[in-house]
């Protein structure tokens, strides 16, 4: 077959060619395919699958998102479990055993002193500041003063485990973090071309804060592309600088620990950040603490009985189970009027385990957390009064963090903003991630 039989069998237009002319041509072709095949193969065994993607991350304090920028849209990436949200928490275990995310999230009752969680809380930090001074009392793992001249942070975490350095900072801890996201990546995209990222950042770190958590990234094997401030991602998230009609915003972020709110600029598609303000000491957190306070109180043990688990679908009525079980109330009240639980306790005086049932309202919840509720526009009125901004001035509201989601706070906002609508169809626990990934060039 000549070369001109070949192209017409191919669908292109028939060629005269001679009988064995156009064979030497077929045979390079043939050999061009061959080499061209067998060097995609080589690429493929060695995990490229085509150009190095670019990653959009959210490093968060309780939990971190990975986002990946397609030709149409940004998805976030979930891992095997089909979970969008992976805690930010490493274990360090014995045998240089190292877990992250739920996989840590399994030790924090049986080795709390290797499970080291919000890092990003103390990156960047010296020892002696103050922030750094008010975590070590209310955290299970040992902070220690470690000056080493390649890392910035010298508030470093003890670890008791066998098989790791004495150590370990928090660059290091969020860059266990971050290769559990490029993992998650290559699980999701088939290949190991995740080299690229965004990287966002609160608006409130320092120069210091910021370069460390650039540092983490690098250690994770990602070369730093650009580096955002959070609120700037939120609002890119909802397309808020390519609205012709928007020219402040105002981004209320919410999140575990810590409360930030942010007055931005756009000005021809270029979004400014001008000011800031926030509550360290206020956070989702808070709220679980006022609700274990209020079970307590209200529909708690008796004070003879002893946790047990009648069932394996129902928890120990013990301290060690109020947490996450008020923080499953806290969560089902942003969407019910009601929430309920159980738990199972013995009485000492009976072998049987018996079912506590616990109902919480949603005004019960305002009620009995009203302190906290009264401090969460605090940061809106500084942020109003510092920068000489009117509420009614105000274009957008973007909400961001999953403490956001109460509707309690929600409607204060409202009504102290004087807006109807706030921007919320992005899931906000995830919105951050989102935008950074929206930017990549």
Not at 2 to 16: I, S, V
Not at 122 to 151: C, K, L, T
Not at 187 to 201: D, E, M, P, W, Y
Not at 371 to 381: G, W, Y
Request: aromatic letters at 6%.
């Amino acid at each position: 077959m000549c070369l001109g039989e070949w192209w017409g069998r191919c669908g292109a237009r028939p060629r005269t060619c001679g009988r064995c002319s156009g064979w030497p041509a077929m045979q390079w072709v043939l050999t061009a395919v061959a080499v061209a095949v067998a060097a995609c193969a080589m690429m493929a065994a060695s995990g490229f699958r085509g150009r190095p993607n670019t990653v959009g991350i959210d490093l968060g304090t309780t939990y971190s998102v990975i986002a990946l920028r397609t030709l149409n849209a940004t998805r976030v990436l979930k891992d095997e479990h089909q979970r969008s949200l992976i805690p930010s928490m490493v274990y360090f275990g014995p045998g240089g055993v190292v877990k992250v995310g739920y996989d840590a999230m399994a030790f924090l009752h049986s080795d709390p002193e290797n499970v080291i969680f919000n890092a990003k809380r103390f990156i960047g930090r010296s020892f002696d500041d103050e922030a750094v001074q008010e975590q070590r009392a209310v955290h299970p793992f040992r902070v220690v003063n470690r000056s080493v001249p390649e890392v910035r942070s010298q508030a470093w975490f003890a670890l008791s485990a066998q098989g790791h350095e004495d150590w370990v900072s928090p660059e290091s801890v969020g860059k266990h973090v971050l290769q559990r996201l490029k993992d998650i990546a290559v699980f999701n995209l088939g290949h190991k071309q995740i080299t690229r990222a965004v990287v966002s950042v609160p608006a409130k770190f320092n120069t210091r804060q910021r370069q460390a958590t650039v540092d983490a990234y690098k250690a994770a094997g990602l070369k730093v592309m650009r580096v955002i401030d959070e609120p700037t991602a939120a609002a890119v998230a909802y397309g808020l600088d390519k609205k012709s009609d928007v020219q402040w915003i105002i981004v209320y972020d919410f999140g575990g620990g810590t409360l930030d709110v942010s007055l931005l600029m756009v000005n021809e598609e270029s979004i400014q950040m001008i000011a800031t303000h926030g509550d360290d000491q206020l956070g989702g957190a808070d709220f679980d603490q006022c609700l274990m306070e209020h079970l307590r109180s209200t529909s708690w043990l008796p004070h003879d009985a002893d946790p047990c688990s009648p069932r394996d679908d129902v928890p120990a009525c013990g301290d060690t189970e109020l947490r996450p079980m008020a923080e499953s109330i806290k969560c089902q009240l942003s969407d019910a009027q009601v929430a309920t639980a159980s738990c199972g306790y013995r009485n000492r005086s009976d072998e049987d385990c018996r079912e506590l049932s616990i109902e919480v309202t949603r005004s019960a919840f305002e009620e009995a957390c009203d302190p906290l509720f009264q401090r969460v526009l605090r940061p809106v009125d500084l942020l109003l009064g510092e920068s000489g901004m009117p509420a009614e001035e105000i274009d957008e509201v973007v909400l961001v963090g999953g403490t956001s989601r109460i509707p309690r706070i929600r409607e204060l906002l409202k009504e102290k903003i004087g807006v109807d609508h706030l921007n919320m169809e992005i899931d906000p626990d995830i919105t951050v991630a989102v935008g950074a990934a929206s930017i990549v060039d």
